[in-house]
């Protein structure tokens, strides 16, 4: 057996093995490492190695189990010992996944595991307890074949739901004619092991004797998929209505915000509110109002009494184009650190998780989106899923320990979310989704606009007053009808009604009753119904008989003659003052700029309050508004080929440095800095070669080996005495000087 550790392994492994460990354990490039000694290190500790194990499969867990039984991680064993019930073929190329990841490494003959995959791989590997020596020479097979059934059963349990039990009647090990419980019994038999006073546990050796071999499964299962046609017209129909409901969501909270509650989130009866209006279900609302959050469209004012409000944002997504408006929206929910599917569910405690709410939190939640659109994305275009829950079988079996206990329904919830998004239909992954994926929100936005149906310029204006679009209109189009129709039905064709209430709404927007007729009759393709017609005339002949304005402030006085001086001063034209009365002025202007403007013209006038009681309107001191809090999104990336082949060239040469015997010796510090240039520059002169130590801008400390060449600029050139590369090293980051010894 090997008796090579860790990092002599790593130190023999090529520059793309190397590579290859740190794509798959990005974690263990930052800081860079110094030398391979540093990787090893960081790859054996417990964190690291539980994350890795979070990424292997089923088969590759059973094998790594099987390592830790064995007791790999004390001791390098023989590839033939491990027992899995697998093809050995199978099994190397499992071991050959291990070492890749650098949690297992030697040759065929003596594999090891770092000692933190025991606690990565769980205390019980395959789920049996330890071995106990006082069954080292019994027959343990017979011995539990001969127990009665009470006492086997007492086995069965712990061989089925793991190895510790917890019992009263390990108090104490009696012999076996004092013993009266099963448990009792099988403590003198030495069957089970005793660990304290209130916990049992079960032999490796009686589990193996009493519960079945596990079948392991080997390969991936395969969900069954079927091929569409439509896959990229139907996700377009559904983004299409996606973004009518984000519409309504805006426009709904620009004129009636939603509060937020004082535990932070939206309430049920808003949400339900909501719901009701957009005619869809309270799940579909969570995710509506989640991604308009994430897209930054809304966000909570943070005022004395905070509400959901549309930002300044939402006013440029509303002209965007309607394929811009979905890759921004797209975008947001596959970045989005949250679970919109938990909205609106209790937790352990019975407490409600509300929408928008820090109880949705799950910084994982991308990287399991993504896993979930990834696995779709290897299929053939057009090829979909049809169950989902062999989908959800499938990522568990890649990722068993992935996911938490909601890890099934993340991989539905994520389905029916992208589903609802336009990303997917059919179970399949559509063009515009793959780009996303890909090429990012420009490229996807493209894709889409390509498989949006092309806007129409015209409706159909029927006789019962409904208007039917038969597809998309064009925005504008768009705009002027929604402003004098309500939507009454959506979908691959929108159908809206004219009412007298939005006949209204059209004519208090500015319209006339003329711009309304010849809205319908430019665009409508069917003749106007001459219902429309005297209904327009109707509302706009009683519209606006009586009037309202607003006005910010007023002036009163019972001296009409002082109301009429203070009007034809030149000051009232400044302040917009009108008169609606003999002894009453109005102005759209603030009451105390008006008052500051005609003390300054020589009047001596006061302010009241709705009383009518002397109020000082003076200000008390300064205000600022507070400030938004913006979404960040931060996205962790592998190293690129570059920065890894920097990163392995600085262990290389970490490790050189490491190696080098080394003889008079320079501390760099304020007091010395002359003895280290003195000694640099001898060894310029004899051509000697140095180790230098440094600290780079972050604080790491690294090594070099280097033949220097001059010092100018302050900064060392040197060139590397292996590789030949040439090396320049900052002065002031040197943190000491040695002359490496010559080789005899």
Same mark, same amino acid.
């Given at each position: 057996?090997?008796?090579?550790?860790?990092?002599?392994?790593?130190?023999?492994?090529?520059?793309?093995?190397?590579?290859?460990?740190?794509?798959? @354990?990005?974690?263990?490039?930052?800081?860079?490492?110094?030398?391979?000694?540093?990787?090893?290190?960081?790859?054996?500790?417990?964190?690291?190695?539980?994350?890795?194990?979070?990424?292997?499969?089923?088969?590759?867990?059973?094998?790594?189990?099987?390592?830790?039984?064995? !007791?790999?991680?004390?001791?390098?064993?023989?590839?033939?010992?491990?027992?899995?019930?697998?093809?050995?073929?199978?099994?190397?190329?499992?071991?050959?996944? #291990?070492? @890749?990841?650098?949690?297992?490494?030697?040759?065929?003959?003596?594999?090891?595991?770092?000692?933190?995959?025991?606690?990565?791989?769980?205390?019980?590997?395959?789920?049996?307890?330890?071995?106990?020596?006082?069954?080292?020479?019994?027959?343990?097979?017979?011995?539990?074949?001969?127990?009665?059934?009470?006492?086997?059963?007492?086995?069965?349990?712990?061989?089925?739901?793991?190895?510790?039990?917890?019992?009263?009647?390990?108090?104490?090990?009696?012999? *076996?004619?004092?013993?009266?419980?099963?448990?009792?019994?099988?403590?003198?038999?030495?069957? #089970?092991?005793?660990?304290?006073?209130?916990?049992?546990?079960?032999?490796?050796?009686?589990?193996?004797?009493?519960?079945?071999?596990?079948?392991?499964?080997?390969?991936?299962?395969?969900?069954?998929?079927?091929?569409?046609?439509?896959?990229?017209?139907?996700?377009?129909?559904?983004?299409?209505?996606?973004?009518?409901?984000?519409?309504?969501?805006?426009?709904?909270?620009?004129?009636?915000?939603?509060?937020?509650?004082?535990?932070?989130?939206?309430?049920?009866?808003?949400?339900?509110?909501?719901? =009701?209006?957009?005619?869809?279900?309270?799940?579909?609302?969570?995710?509506?109002?989640?991604?308009?959050?994430?897209?930054?469209?809304?966000?909570?004012?943070?005022?004395?009494?905070?509400?959901?409000?549309?930002?300044?944002?939402?006013?440029?997504?509303?002209?965007?184009?309607?394929?811009?408006?979905?890759?921004?929206?797209?975008?947001?929910?596959?970045?989005?650190?949250?679970?919109?599917?938990?909205?609106?569910?209790?937790?352990?405690?019975?407490?409600?998780?509300?929408?928008?709410?820090?109880?949705?939190?799950?910084?994982?939640?991308?990287?399991?989106?993504?896993?979930?659109?990834?696995?779709?994305?290897?299929?053939?275009?057009?090829?979909?899923?049809?169950?989902?829950?062999?989908?959800?079988?499938?990522?568990?079996?890649?990722?068993?320990?992935?996911?938490?206990?909601?890890?099934?329904?993340?991989?539905?919830?994520?389905?029916?979310?992208?589903?609802?998004?336009?990303?997917?239909?059919?179970?399949?992954?559509?063009?515009?989704?793959?780009?996303?994926?890909?090429?990012?929100?420009?490229?996807?936005?493209?894709?889409?606009?390509?498989?949006?149906?092309?806007?129409?310029?015209?409706?159909?204006?029927?006789?019962?007053?409904?208007?039917?679009?038969?597809?998309?209109?064009?925005?504008?189009?768009?705009?002027?009808?929604?402003?004098?129709?309500?939507?009454?039905?959506?979908?691959?064709?929108?159908?809206?009604?004219?009412?007298?209430?939005?006949?209204?709404?059209?004519?208090?927007? !500015?319209?006339?009753?003329?711009?309304?007729?010849? *809205?319908?009759?430019?665009?409508?393709? &069917?003749?106007?119904?001459?219902?429309?017609?005297?209904?327009?005339?109707?509302?706009?002949?009683?519209?606006?008989?009586?009037? %309202?304005?607003?006005?910010?402030?007023?002036?009163?006085?019972?001296?009409?003659?002082?109301? +009429?001086?203070?009007?034809?001063?030149? +000051?009232?034209?400044?302040?917009?003052?009108? =008169?609606?009365?003999?002894?009453?002025?109005?102005?759209?202007?603030?009451?105390?700029?008006?008052?500051?403007?005609?003390?300054?013209?020589?009047?001596?006038?006061?302010?009241?309050?709705?009383? %009518?009681?002397?109020?000082?309107?003076?200000?008390? %001191?300064?205000?600022?508004?507070?400030?938004?809090?913006?979404?960040?999104?931060?996205?962790?990336?592998?190293?690129?080929?570059?920065?890894?082949?920097?990163?392995?060239?600085?262990?290389?040469?970490?490790?050189?440095?490491?190696?080098?015997?080394?003889?008079?010796?320079?501390?760099?510090?304020?007091?010395? &800095?002359?003895? &280290?240039?003195? *000694?640099?520059?001898?060894?310029?002169?004899?051509?000697?070669?140095?180790?230098?130590?440094?600290?780079?801008?972050?604080?790491?400390?690294?090594?070099?080996?280097?033949?220097?060449?001059?010092? !100018? %600029?302050?900064?060392?050139?040197?060139?590397?005495?292996?590789?030949?590369?040439?090396?320049?090293?900052?002065?002031?980051?040197?943190?000491?000087?040695?002359?490496?010894?010559?080789?005899?």
């Amino acid at each position: 057996m090997s008796g090579t550790t860790l990092t002599d392994w790593l130190r023999a492994r090529d520059d793309e093995a190397l590579g290859a460990v740190l794509r798959a @354990r990005p974690d263990l490039a930052t800081p860079r490492p110094a030398n391979t000694g540093v990787l090893a290190a960081r790859a054996a500790t417990r964190a690291s190695v539980a994350r890795v194990a979070e990424g292997l499969d089923t088969f590759t867990l059973a094998v790594l189990d099987a390592l830790l039984a064995a !007791g790999a991680d004390r001791a390098p064993v023989p590839l033939t010992a491990l027992d899995v019930g697998a093809p050995a073929q199978r099994v190397k190329a499992a071991v050959g996944q #291990l070492r @890749r990841l650098a949690i297992a490494w030697g040759e065929d003959g003596g594999i090891a595991l770092v000692p933190a995959a025991r606690e990565a791989g769980g205390l019980f590997p395959t789920g049996l307890g330890r071995p106990s020596p006082a069954l080292d020479d019994v027959d343990v097979p017979a011995a539990v074949a001969a127990l009665p059934e009470d006492e086997r059963d007492v086995l069965e349990r712990l061989a089925s739901n793991g190895p510790i039990g917890n019992t009263r009647d390990a108090a104490a090990v009696l012999p *076996l004619e004092q013993a009266r419980t099963p448990v009792q019994r099988l403590l003198a038999r030495h069957l #089970l092991t005793r660990v304290d006073a209130t916990t049992v546990e079960l032999p490796r050796q009686v589990g193996v004797a009493v519960r079945p071999a596990a079948v392991v499964v080997v390969e991936e299962p395969k969900p069954k998929t079927k091929a569409h046609k439509a896959v990229d017209s139907t996700a377009a129909g559904a983004a299409l209505e996606f973004l009518r409901h984000t519409q309504t969501v805006l426009r709904m909270w620009s004129q009636d915000p939603a509060p937020v509650l004082k535990s932070g989130g939206l309430g049920v009866r808003d949400l339900r509110k909501l719901t =009701k209006a957009l005619d869809v279900s309270e799940r579909h609302g969570v995710l509506l109002v989640e991604v308009a959050v994430a897209a930054s469209l809304v966000v909570d004012n943070e005022a004395a009494t905070p509400e959901y409000v549309p930002t300044t944002h939402a006013d440029t997504w509303l002209v965007a184009s309607p394929a811009n408006q979905w890759a921004a929206v797209a975008a947001a929910w596959l970045d989005l650190p949250r679970l919109p599917g938990i909205g609106g569910l209790r937790d352990a405690k019975e407490r409600l998780l509300a929408p928008l709410s820090e109880d949705l939190r799950r910084p994982v939640a991308p990287l399991e989106r993504a896993r979930v659109l990834h696995t779709l994305a290897d299929l053939k275009p057009g090829t979909g899923i049809v169950d989902p829950d062999e989908l959800a079988a499938l990522l568990a079996w890649r990722a068993p320990r992935r996911g938490g206990r909601l890890r099934d329904e993340i991989v539905r919830w994520t389905l029916e979310e992208a589903t609802s998004l336009g990303l997917v239909a059919h179970g399949a992954l559509t063009g515009a989704g793959r780009t996303l994926l890909e090429e990012g929100t420009a490229a996807a936005a493209k894709r889409m606009a390509e498989a949006m149906p092309e806007p129409i310029d015209h409706v159909l204006v029927q006789a019962d007053l409904t208007v039917v679009a038969p597809g998309p209109l064009e925005p504008h189009l768009a705009a002027q009808i929604n402003q004098v129709a309500d939507v009454e039905s959506a979908g691959s064709a929108t159908v809206y009604r004219v009412g007298e209430s939005s006949l209204r709404r059209a004519l208090d927007a !500015g319209q006339t009753a003329g711009d309304l007729h010849e *809205l319908f009759r430019a665009h409508s393709k &069917t003749p106007v119904p001459q219902s429309l017609t005297y209904m327009i005339d109707d509302v706009a002949r009683r519209h606006g008989r009586l009037r %309202g304005g607003a006005t910010a402030s007023f002036l009163r006085c019972d001296d009409p003659a002082l109301i +009429a001086e203070v009007a034809a001063s030149p +000051a009232a034209a400044a302040l917009r003052l009108r =008169k609606i009365a003999p002894t009453v002025l109005v102005s759209p202007v603030p009451l105390l700029e008006i008052l500051d403007e005609l003390r300054a013209a020589g009047f001596t006038p006061a302010a009241e309050d709705s009383a %009518g009681q002397v109020v000082d309107l003076r200000p008390t %001191g300064r205000r600022v508004q507070a400030a938004v809090r913006a979404v960040r999104r931060v996205a962790t990336k592998a190293p690129d080929d570059d920065q890894l082949s920097d990163i392995i060239a600085g262990m290389r040469a970490g490790d050189r440095a490491a190696d080098s015997k080394r003889g008079r010796s320079i501390a760099a510090s304020s007091t010395n &800095t002359a003895d &280290t240039l003195a *000694l640099l520059h001898q060894a310029i002169h004899a051509n000697q070669t140095v180790w230098v130590g440094m600290v780079d801008a972050n604080g790491v400390a690294s090594e070099r080996v280097l033949v220097p060449n001059r010092i !100018g %600029g302050g900064v060392l050139e040197g060139t590397d005495p292996d590789t030949q590369s040439p090396t320049r090293v900052p002065l002031h980051r040197i943190t000491r000087a040695d002359l490496v010894e010559q080789s005899a």
